[in-house]
């Protein structure tokens, strides 16, 4: 039984959190970060186009 708590231990330790990996990916990959803000932006001005586009129509439709 004394095996077991010991491999359990050595388990627990070897647990590395989200937290420390994505501060070791941003400190080997510091441009992940800035190519993650231009994706959210892109993203951003995609969504705002669609509700746009979609706002146009209804208004489009509401004056027929």
């Known amino acids: 039984m004394p095996r ?4 359990k231990e050595a388990n627990d330790s070897e647990i590395i959190s989200d937290r ?3 501060s070791a990916i ?6 992940s970060e800035s190519n993650r ?4 932006i ?14 146009a129509v209804l208004v489009f439709l ?3």
Do not use: G
Not at 4 to 7: L, S, V
Not at 42 to 55: E, K, P, T
């Open 62 to 64: 509401h004056e027929l």
């Open 26 to 31: 941003r400190y080997l990959d510091p441009e």
């Open 42 to 55: 892109a993203a951003a001005i995609a969504v705002l186009s669609i509700v746009f586009m979609l706002c």
């Open 4 to 7: 077991h708590n010991e491999q």
């Open 37 to 40: 803000r231009k994706s959210n």
């Open 20 to 22: 420390e990996i994505w």
